[in-house]
């Protein structure tokens, strides 16, 4: 059953796309891309048929790759909500944010709070294609073309400083994006610049892609993906954690998605009507999803 929890292969709620026409001339779309390999298993419509051959193998190596991504943006939209009504945050930085999707995070932060202000950030042209025509609707959400890799220069766009007031909390979000930074002295030093920029009482949320001993299947899909396309990295679970050094952990902080849960608040795995991602029902189902997430305060 498509999208469905019941037995069978679960989670399969492909569908192909309306055009194969690249959406602006300079996006080369005969090449498989990160954002589109992503909304391709989350069931859109913004990939091309080099995205879909590279994430049929994937799956064919890691068939619970569909349900990861639909825990990694529930992971997302319920760290969003946290964020929003339990921590009073109104000013979200999403780095590698992806192609424009169902609840967007700043539909979801807004329908808490009208007056949260977004920065979509992503390095993928194709995002700000789509970006642009469906998030500046309004004048609290921007999207920006750049690089986790480069910090300094999202922290500097006068596009960000106009919208974002760094003298109060911000929660940064990088959800499935620094398992596509190789090298690990970029990734924790970018990391923690942003932090470094941020007040005291501001949030960071990570989901990262794990792997652990004896995990063939995983070592297979990462080398296959980085063959096709851009290159990832899986990490260990000391690895991941040691994103929050210095940061204080919110819940359990950096665990396994299986453990993840936002304690009293019960926001894990709740879900609201008419959310787009459901919970999933049985924990047990998430055991071997190769994940890690986790929320920080930044207290100084
Ligand atoms: C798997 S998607 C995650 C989307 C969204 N954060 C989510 O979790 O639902 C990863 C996104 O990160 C972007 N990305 C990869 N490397 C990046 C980098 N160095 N800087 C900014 N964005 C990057 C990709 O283009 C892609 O849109």
């Not at 909390?169 to 398992?179: F, K, Q, S, T």
């Not at 932090?195 to 652990?212: F, K, R």
Request: hydrophobic fraction near 40%; charge should be negative; include cysteine.
């Amino acid at each position: 059953m498509p999208g469905s929890d019941a037995g069978g292969e679960p989670y399969r709620f492909l569908r192909t796309t309306e055009t194969e026409t690249a959406p602006a001339p300079d996006i080369d779309t005969s090449k498989p891309h990160a954002a589109r390999i992503y909304d391709y298993w989350l069931g859109g419509k913004h990939n091309y048929a080099a995205d879909r051959e590279v994430a049929e193998q994937f799956l064919k190596t890691l068939p619970k790759t569909l349900l990861g991504a639909r825990v990694n943006r529930r992971f997302l939209i319920d760290s969003v909500r946290w964020l929003a009504q339990e921590a009073g945050i109104r000013q979200f930085i999403d780095i590698g944010s992806g192609l424009p999707t169902q609840q967007n995070v700043h539909e979801v932060a807004q329908e808490i709070t009208e007056d949260a202000r977004v920065v979509y950030v992503d390095n993928d042209p194709l995002v700000l294609v789509h970006a642009d025509a469906l998030l500046t609707a309004d004048d609290r959400t921007i999207v920006i073309n750049a690089d986790l890799r480069d910090p300094q220069r999202i922290l500097d766009d006068p596009a960000v400083r106009n919208l974002i007031d760094f003298s109060q909390p911000v929660a940064l979000l990088m959800v499935a994006v620094l398992h596509f930074i190789h090298d690990d002295k970029v990734a924790y030093d970018s990391v923690k610049t942003l932090c470094d920029a941020l007040p005291s009482g501001s949030y960071v949320a990570i989901a990262h892609m794990l792997t652990e001993e004896g995990r063939e299947d995983i070592d297979t899909a990462v080398k296959l993906y980085s063959k096709a396309s851009t290159p990832i990295v899986a990490r260990t679970r000391e690895q991941i954690a040691r994103f929050f050094d210095r940061l204080t952990p919110i819940g359990p902080g950096m665990v396994h998605v299986a453990d993840w849960s936002l304690g009293d608040a019960d926001f894990h795995r709740r879900g609201r009507p008419g959310d787009a991602v459901m919970p999933i029902d049985d924990p047990s189902l998430l055991a071997d999803i190769a994940l890690m997430c986790g929320i920080a305060r930044i207290d100084r």
